[in-house]
């Protein structure tokens, strides 16, 4: 069973760092991009971060550029995502997936459930 677990979310006042964890397991996890999406109340869910299987790109969307960075460990089967200098505008359910394409354009196969951030100005 594919499962992604996402966790790390909270309440924190702008200008602060959360820390996001996704735990995957059920695929290859080698074999498999890992993206962050969000999102807001009222909005469409958007793309903000993707790291590829193989080479461990980063693609990151304009809104979080130098704010916010993906990293990945294979050995444990986790992509983090440190988000940093946070902004009301970062509010939203922040939800990791996987998919064996990369990028934050197409629509991911696998979906964990979601975790909320809270920034408060």
């Known amino acids: 069973e594919v499962q992604l677990q996402a966790s790390g979310g909270g309440l924190v006042q702008a200008g602060g760092s959360l820390r996001l964890s996704c735990a995957v397991s059920?695929?290859?996890?080698?074999?498999?991009?890992i993206g962050w999406f969000r999102q807001a109340p009222g909005k469409e869910r958007e793309g903000v971060s993707c790291?590829?299987?193989?080479?461990?790109?980063?693609n990151y969307a304009d809104s979080v550029k130098g704010r916010f960075i993906i990293s990945k460990d294979n050995a444990k089967n986790m992509v983090y995502l440190q988000m940093n200098s946070l902004k009301p505008e970062d509010t939203a359910v922040y939800y990791c997936?996987?998919?064996?394409?990369?990028?934050?354009?197409?629509?991911?196969?696998?979906w964990g459930q979601g975790t909320l951030v809270t920034v408060s100005s």
């Open positions: 059920g695929f290859t996890f080698d074999d498999y991009s």
């Open positions: 790291i590829s299987s193989n080479d461990g790109s980063t």
């Open positions: 997936a996987g998919d064996q394409s990369y990028g934050l354009e197409h629509e991911y196969r696998y």
